[in-house]
C-alpha cells in the first residue's frame, strides 16, 4: 500500500463500481475520501463503512454531477470537512448502447452532461483549491481509441475525456498539478452486469490476460497514478486492459 496520509480524495460516483474500488483503494493507501454519489446514499455508506472498517476515513457526500449547480458544493463539502483537497477522480459515468438511428438527442444530452461537462466542472472547481502535487485522474475507457459502432456516444464523451486530459495537463503543470488518464478494459460492475453476462465471453476471448477486470484492478492502476512513482506522468492516459482492444 503507498503512503498517501495526510491527503484528501474525492472520488466522483464511488458508491459501486469501479470508484467503490478507487475510493477503498485510496482510503488503505491512506487518503481520506469523500464518496461522491448521486441517488443511491446507502450504497455509498456502505462504502463509507467498509473504509472506516479498515481502519480508514471517509464520508459521503450526495452531487449529481450532471447539475452544474451540485458541484461547487461538492468540491466546498470535501474542503470543509477535511480541510484539503489533494486528489480528484472524475471516475462517474453513464454507458448506454446505441446505433446510429437509435441516437436521440436526449442520450448525446445525458451521455455528455455527466462523462464531459460534468467531469470538466468538477475539475474547474478542485483545480481552484488543489495544491502543488495535486493530481486529477481522469477514467476513460478503451473504446475512446477503438471505438465500437454500437457505442457511439459513449466512445464520443471518452474521447473526448482523453483531449481534456492533455488539456488540463497542459495548462497545469506550471502549478504542478499532474492530469492522468485511465482507461479501463472490459471491467465486472454493478453498472454493467447484464450486458457482461453476454459479452463476457467475447470480451475474455480479446484479451490477451485471458479475464474480465476487477474494479481492484482500476484501483491499483490509479494508486499508482497519484502516487510520488507517477511523479513525471501528465497529460497522457494509461490502457489498464489486460491487453484488450475492444
Ligand atoms: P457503474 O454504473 O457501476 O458506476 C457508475 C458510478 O457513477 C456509480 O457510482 C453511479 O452512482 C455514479 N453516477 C452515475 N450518474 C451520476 C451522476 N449524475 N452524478 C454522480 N455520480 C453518478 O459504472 P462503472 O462500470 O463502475 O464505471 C465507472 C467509470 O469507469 C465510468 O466513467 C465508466 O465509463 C468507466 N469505464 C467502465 C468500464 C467497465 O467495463 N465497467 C470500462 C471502461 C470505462
Do not use: C
Not at 35 to 42: G, I, K, Q, T
Amino acid at each position: 500500500m503507498r503512503n498517501l496520509s495526510g491527503k484528501v480524495a474525492l472520488v466522483t460516483g464511488s458508491s459501486k463500481g469501479i470508484g467503490a474500488g478507487i475510493a477503498k483503494r485510496l482510503a488503505a493507501d491512506g487518503a481520506s475520501v469523500v464518496v461522491n454519489y448521486s441517488r443511491s446514499a446507502e450504497d455509498a455508506e456502505l462504502v463509507v463503512q467498509a473504509i472506516a472498517a479498515a481502519g480508514g476515513q471517509a464520508f459521503a457526500v450526495q452531487a449529481d454531477l450532471s447539475r452544474p449547480e451540485d458541484i461547487q458544493p461538492l468540491v466546498d463539502a470535501a474542503v470543509q470537512r477535511f480541510g484539503r483537497l489533494d486528489i480528484l477522480v472524475n471516475n462517474a459515468g453513464v454507458y448506454q448502447v446505441d446505433s446510429l438511428d437509435s441516437i436521440t438527442a436526449e442520450s448525446v444530452d445525458m451521455h455528455f452532461n455527466l462523462n464531459v461537462r460534468g467531469l470538466l466542472l468538477v475539475t474547474q472547481a478542485a483545480a481552484r483549491v488543489l495544491p502543488p502535487g495535486g493530481v486529477i485522474v481522469n477514467i476513460s475507457s478503451g473504446v475512446a481509441t477503438s471505438p465500437q459502432p454500437m457505442v457511439h456516444v459513449y466512445s464520443a464523451t471518452k474521447g473526448a475525456v482523453d483531449t481534456l486530459t492533455r488539456t488540463l495537463g497542459t495548462a497545469l503543470g506550471a502549478r504542478r498539478i499532474r492530469v492522468v488518464g485511465i482507461a479501463p478494459g472490459f471491467v465486472a460492475t454493478e453498472g454493467n452486469a447484464e450486458s457482461a453476462a453476454a459479452m463476457a465471453e467475447h470480451l475474455v476471448g480479446k484479451t490477451p490476460l485471458g479475464r474480465v477486470g476487477q474494479p481492484s484492478d482500476i484501483a491499483a492502476a490509479v494508486s499508482y497514478a497519484v502516487s510520488e512513482d507517477a511523479a513525471w506522468v501528465t497529460g497522457t492516459t494509461l490502457d489498464v486492459a489486460g491487453g484488450l482492444v475492444f
